[in-house]
């Protein structure tokens, strides 16, 4: 069974950095693509960005490209997104997936985790 766990959330300031972080129980991490994707309150899910299973092809939403970078550690079971600059457009819930293939789409991801608050004041 495949367990995610989402960490790093929190209240900080416009402008401010977070580094969220994504722990994988189970088998099969390493030939797992993830997917990180955010909630807002009265919105529907959407992408933010994913990483292949060797890391070697990943892909952001515009919204965040340029100030959000994911990375994984095999090693570690780990997913992380760094997310900088950030606004208070960026308040989420932000959730960890893992599926078969790197996709824009939650559809495509069998697993989930519980999500972290993020929370960026003005």
């Known amino acids: 069974q495949v367990q995610l766990v989402e960490s790093g959330g929190g209240l900080v300031q416009a402008g401010a950095s977070l580094r969220l972080s994504c722990t994988y129980s189970?088998?099969?991490?390493?030939?797992?693509?993830m997917g990180w994707f955010r909630q807002a309150p009265g919105q529907e899910r959407e992408f933010v960005a994913y990483?292949?299973?060797?890391?070697?092809?990943?892909y952001y939403a515009d919204s965040v490209k340029g100030r959000f970078t994911i990375s994984r550690d095999n090693a570690k079971n780990m997913v992380y997104l760094q997310m900088n600059t950030l606004t208070p457009e960026d308040t989420a819930v932000y959730y960890c997936?893992?599926?078969?293939?790197?996709?824009?789409?939650?559809?495509?991801?069998?697993?989930w985790g519980q999500g972290t608050q993020v929370n960026v004041s003005s």
């Open positions: 990483i292949s299973w060797n890391g070697g092809d990943t």
């Open positions: 997936a893992a599926g078969g293939s790197v996709a824009i789409s939650p559809d495509e991801y069998e697993f």
């Open positions: 189970g088998r099969a991490f390493s030939r797992r693509a």
